[in-house]
């Protein structure tokens, strides 16, 4: 930065280390659960543990299983699949 230069205050400067670089951000379960393979593999690389990555990509698609033969209503089945994901998620 220029000496002499006063910026406002909460403003950046051009130097922030990611200037140029794409930085994407971490791909959502739904994403992974709904897109192809690759989607799978970027979630389980980006979540550093793979075992954990199968059994949440496995546990949503019971849960959209379940909402889907539930027709949308809340059934037993649907609570269980609930409480499944988040059970999974609670030990990253």
């Known amino acids: 930065m220029r000496t002499g230069v006063t910026m406002r205050p909460g403003a950046r400067s051009r130097s922030s280390g990611t200037a140029g670089k794409r930085v994407r951000p971490?791909?959502?379960?739904?994403?992974?659960?709904?897109?192809?393979?690759?989607?799978?593999?970027?979630?389980?690389?980006?979540?550093?543990?793979?075992?954990?990555?199968r059994h949440l990509i496995s546990g949503a698609q019971d849960l959209a299983n379940a909402i889907a033969d539930a027709h949308g209503d809340e059934t037993p089945e649907v609570d269980h699949a609930r409480a499944e994901i988040r059970r999974l998620g609670k030990r990253s």
Do not use: C, I, T
């Open 26 to 53: 971490d791909p959502p379960l739904p994403q992974a659960v709904s897109g192809l393979r690759k989607e799978r593999r970027q979630y389980a690389k980006r979540l550093h543990n793979r075992r954990q990555a």
